[in-house]
């Protein structure tokens, strides 16, 4: 069965901290995207990858496919950073298969 | 305007009407999909086109969901004797082409759909 699990579901930091956001998916994948949802708002795609590690701003992604985990990381978060980070994996065919979320709040 | 554009923002309808929703991809990307996020769940896969192929229509949830695509472009999503479960966000996706790993789906806003 084709899973995608995020960690953690809720995640509160302060402003300038280094936030880690995890995915794990249970078989292989062709492809595995990162994908930011801001309050009332529409759904941005941060990153799609299938190996190694990208780098936009201050946002950085990274794959593992032997272990199959992925992870997002915001190196000096700030308040607008806060929004709802969604990982899926497209498992071979055109689907993608979405995690949950993890809700991001940076304090100020 | 370049994005993926969707209508309308909201919908309120009432139990047993249909609805259709509509998709405008980004001009020359052959690849559409439509998601839905109920509330307090996450998205999840409903249907993709790929230029002329027969769609994919392997997540709609019910005989009531239906979706075509005039031209290879603009999407319709219709949704018939619409139930309060149909109540969530339905997101439009457009990729450049399917099938190729290295090119990424870029979202619509989204319609927000209430059924009363």
């Known amino acids: 069965k084709n899973e995608v699990e995020q960690s953690p579901q809720n995640l509160t930091a302060q402003e300038g901290e280094f936030i880690t956001i995890n995915c794990s998916y249970s078989v292989g994948i062709s492809a595995l995207h990162w994908l930011q949802q801001h309050p009332g708002g529409g759904i941005v795609s941060l990153f799609m990858l299938s190996s190694g590690k990208k780098k936009h701003g201050r946002l950085i992604a990274t794959i593992n496919i032997q272990e199959k985990h992925s992870s997002l990381h915001i190196t000096a978060s700030h308040p607008r950073d806060s929004a709802v980070y969604i990982c899926?994996?497209?498992?071979?065919?055109?689907?993608?298969?979405f995690g949950t979320g993890t809700r991001l709040t940076i304090i100020p | 305007g370049a994005g993926v554009s969707q209508s309308p923002s909201n919908k309120v309808t009432e139990k047993g009407k249909d609805v259709e929703l509509r998709c405008d991809p980004i001009s020359g990307h052959t690849a559409l999909y439509w998601y839905r996020q109920s509330l307090g769940q996450g998205l999840e896969f409903l249907i993709y086109f790929q230029g002329n192929s027969a769609p994919d229509k392997s997540g709609l949830p019910s005989d009531r969901f239906s979706a075509e695509r005039t031209g290879g472009s603009v999407s319709t999503l219709t949704i018939q004797r619409t139930q309060q479960e149909d109540s969530a966000v339905y997101l439009c996706a457009s990729r450049f082409r399917a099938g190729i790993a290295d090119n990424e789906q870029f979202f619509g806003p989204g319609t927000r759909l209430t059924v009363l």
């Open positions: 899926a994996a497209r498992f071979g065919n055109e689907k993608l298969t």
